[in-house]
């Protein structure tokens, strides 16, 4: 399955399901609901919100980390179409989101219109961000997701200097390393990690199904779904699929 093929089939689930997926998941493998080493509770970012109500963004992670800027550090990085924000905009495809650490601080901005007028001309499928955006009704005609902690009129100095891109950030409280999975809704933006994007999506698509079951279910008979929405039923409708699969 390759990328867009991945893509396209997130596209059916919603954050709060996948979220759900990369729970299971990551508890299986640390075989501890309460171990916070999982980092299952890190991967909902907090705070960061969509401002294309209605739209779904899902796109392989291309990161940019935001530093407080220094007189060292702003004359040490390149300027202009070399600089590290234009590298990591210049990097995305449609199949990719650029995800970009503003260190939560939500009311400095970390881009307008005539930056991101670079991932509409790459036809990148949105950006994400704990901070917020510039000009955010003209960056809209971009057609482009975008989700943020806010908008601004303001400018990204004295709070935030892009200083490198491609590396692993954290937005919203969330890790992010190039090529995560982003997803994102009008519940908020779920990271899915690279190296269980599969096991995910293989968990999602049949609690999806297990679902529909429970609520078909409940109205049929005119009960609470509580009847059927429990770990027993769940436990059930698993060992008719195993049953199914013999």
Same mark, same amino acid.
């Given at each position: 399955?390759?990328?867009?093929?991945?893509?396209?089939?997130?596209?059916? +689930?919603?954050?709060?399901?996948?979220?759900? *997926?990369?729970?299971?998941?990551?508890?299986?493998?640390?075989?501890?609901?309460?171990?916070?080493?999982?980092?299952? #509770?890190?991967?909902?970012?907090?705070?960061?919100?969509?401002?294309?109500?209605?739209?779904? +963004?899902? @796109?392989?992670?291309?990161?940019?980390?935001?530093?407080?800027?220094?007189?060292?550090?702003?004359?040490?990085?390149?300027?202009?179409?070399?600089?590290?924000?234009?590298?990591?905009?210049?990097?995305?495809?449609?199949?990719?989101?650029?995800?970009?650490?503003?260190?939560?601080?939500?009311?400095?901005?970390?881009? *307008?219109?005539?930056?991101?007028?670079?991932?509409?001309?790459?036809?990148?499928? *949105?950006?994400?961000?704990?901070?917020?955006?510039?000009?955010?009704?003209?960056?809209?005609?971009?057609?482009?997701?975008?989700?943020?902690? @806010?908008?601004?009129?303001?400018?990204?100095?004295?709070?935030?200097?892009?200083?490198?891109?491609?590396?692993?950030?954290?937005?919203?409280?969330?890790?992010?390393?190039?090529?995560? /999975?982003?997803?994102?809704?009008?519940?908020?933006?779920?990271?899915?990690?690279?190296?269980?994007?599969?096991?995910?999506?293989?968990?999602?698509?049949?609690?999806?199904?297990?679902?529909?079951?429970?609520?078909?279910?409940? /109205?049929? #008979?005119?009960?609470?779904?509580?009847?059927?929405?429990?770990?027993?039923?769940?436990?059930?409708?698993?060992?008719?699929?195993?049953?199914?699969?013999?």
């Amino acid at each position: 399955m390759n990328k867009l093929q991945t893509i396209e089939r997130y596209r059916k +689930l919603d954050s709060a399901t996948i979220f759900g *997926g990369i729970r299971a998941i990551l508890i299986a493998k640390t075989k501890n609901e309460y171990n916070a080493a999982s980092g299952y #509770e890190k991967t909902f970012m907090r705070g960061v919100n969509n401002q294309t109500m209605g739209k779904m +963004l899902v @796109g392989f992670a291309r990161t940019l980390r935001m530093v407080p800027p220094r007189l060292d550090i702003i004359n040490e990085k390149p300027a202009g179409e070399n600089s590290p924000e234009f590298e990591a905009m210049s990097s995305c495809t449609e199949e990719n989101v650029l995800v970009i650490d503003a260190m939560r601080f939500h009311h400095a901005s970390v881009g *307008g219109d005539v930056k991101f007028l670079n991932l509409y001309m790459n036809k990148a499928e *949105g950006v994400v961000t704990d901070g917020s955006i510039r000009d955010l009704n003209e960056v809209k005609k971009y057609n482009f997701k975008i989700f943020s902690a @806010g908008r601004t009129g303001s400018i990204g100095i004295p709070d935030v200097w892009p200083y490198e891109a491609n590396v692993t950030i954290s937005c919203g409280e969330a890790v992010v390393k190039p090529d995560d /999975l982003i997803v994102g809704d009008d519940d908020g933006v779920v990271v899915v990690p690279n190296f269980i994007i599969n096991e995910v999506l293989m968990w999602c698509e049949k609690h999806q199904k297990d679902e529909k079951i429970i609520k078909d279910l409940a /109205l049929k #008979e005119n009960v609470s779904p509580g009847k059927y929405y429990n770990p027993e039923f769940f436990k059930k409708l698993n060992q008719q699929e195993k049953s199914n699969d013999i």
